[in-house]
């Protein structure tokens, strides 16, 4: 089984490759060999760059299944750098309402939540690797989230535990092209506490990549 992990920013993805040179770069999307059944994607920030290199991803590499890792908001007052196993994805910046669509319906594919694939073999590999984890929705757009007005707007009508900018977009390309996605992300900045405020990346990467690899070595087992 060959499984492809899929990054928006480099600065993700450099603790696993460690400044190694890519395997290829198509349209500035680069892609790295880990192993022999193991690539990784570092696809850019937003959902037009995720839905391209997802695309490609998919179309040079053929993987049986892809992860989306990576760093986000979350809805609830946690500790940076919570692990959160992804149930569901949804996209909390389209809205067709005006010609009568529920709000965050994906047009073509009819959608408003895309599914995280065999969630119970997810949970059961990441119970295996040790680390602890939180699991649930993640919403995702093209807006880097800060407390305020369209932080509660989000949260009250999706319910999601985490907010970030590329997931549903790649779940959706995943979803079309008929290739399972799971995705495992981490706890950068609490979107409800307005007073404490920051975003911590380092804290939010300390253990995301290794638990990710030892995630991918737990669905191998």
């Known amino acids: 089984m060959l499984i492809a992990l899929f990054y ?24 790295y060999r880990l192993r022999d059944n193991l690539i990784a994607c570092c696809g850019g920030v937003g959902k037009v760059n995720a839905a391209m290199a997802a695309a490609l991803l998919i179309e040079r590499y053929h993987p049986d299944l892809i992860i989306n890792v990576g760093v986000a908001g979350c809805f609830e007052e946690v500790e940076i750098g919570t692990l959160v196993l992804a149930e569901d994805f949804i996209q909390h910046d389209v809205d067709t309402t005006g010609v009568g669509d529920p709000i965050g319906l994906v047009s ?50 999706f319910s999601p535990l985490l907010c970030e900018m590329e997931g549903c977009a790649v779940a959706q ?9 799971m995705a495992l992300k981490s706890v950068s900045d609490c979107l409800v506490v307005k007073q404490d405020y920051y975003f911590n990346f380092p804290a939010a990467m300390a253990d995301l990549n290794s638990a990710a690899m030892a995630f991918v070595d737990a669905l191998e087992g």
């Open 8 to 31: 928006a920013m480099p600065s993700e993805i450099n603790s696993l490759i460690h400044d190694a040179a890519p395997m290829e770069v198509v349209h500035g999307v680069s892609f």
């Open 108 to 157: 073509t594919v009819n959608m408003v939540s895309f599914p995280t694939a065999d969630f119970p073999r997810a949970k059961a590999a990441m119970d295996k690797t040790g680390y602890p984890y939180r699991t649930g929705r993640v919403a995702t757009g093209d807006w880097f989230a800060i407390p305020g007005e369209r932080v509660n707007f989000i949260r009250d009508t």
């Open 173 to 181: 390309v995943c979803h079309r092209a008929g290739v399972p996605m």
